[in-house]
């Protein structure tokens, strides 16, 4: 119903925002990816998905469509709703969620605060076809990218580094330079940790 909101950002918290169009203030609830790329300046343009349930009707907003597309794939999953889905937008980027999904990594997608091993096996079963169409993701790339990613992070490890802040490093590396090899992963992490 409605789809973007164009006004002045009138009030800015990490969950929500409200955005005021021609004198309406609309309170739409946000992830934290939003928040943080939110412009400096009063205009903006939100894109939103309207939530309706018995009790309540929820506006939630998205700094672009790509972010609102995850999220209503996500809500499609039997057991996420639209809070749980917000959580995972909040905790790891629309691209994080894209890997995790087409890569089957369940302990990423575990990782997020209120998604167990089911509803994160779920989310793998029921979107991975999605997200490789939707997004034109290359899943020979991603499975080879996980598995260096995973034996360059359980190398760091032995080495006594600690797995968060490895995973960030790497990542990072990753984003660099997509098709690196394990060696370099743990070179290059090496320098940076």
Known sequence: MITQIRGRLVE?????????????????????????????????VLYTHLSIREDAHTLFGFINKTEREIFRLLVSVSGVGPSIARTMLSSMTSEEIQQ???????????????????????????????????????????KQNNTNKE????????????????????????KVTPEATVEELIKQALKNL
């Not at 490890?157 to 590396?173: H, M, S, T, Y």
């Open 100 to 142: 995790a999904i087409a890569s089957e990594d369940v302990k990423l997608i575990q990782s997020v605060k209120g998604i167990g091993v089911k509803t994160a096996q779920r989310v793998i079963v029921d979107l991975k076809d999605k997200i490789l169409k939707t997004f034109d993701l290359d899943e020979v790339s991603l």
């Open 151 to 174: 034996e360059a992070l359980s190398a760091l490890e032995v080495l006594g580094f600690a797995r968060k802040q490895a995973d960030k490093v790497v990542n990072n590396i990753l």
């Open 12 to 44: 800015k918290n990490p969950t929500y925002v409200v955005v005021d169009c021609n004198g309406v203030g609309y309170l739409l609830h946000i992830s934290l990816n939003t928040f943080s790329l939110l412009p400096e300046n009063e205009n903006i």
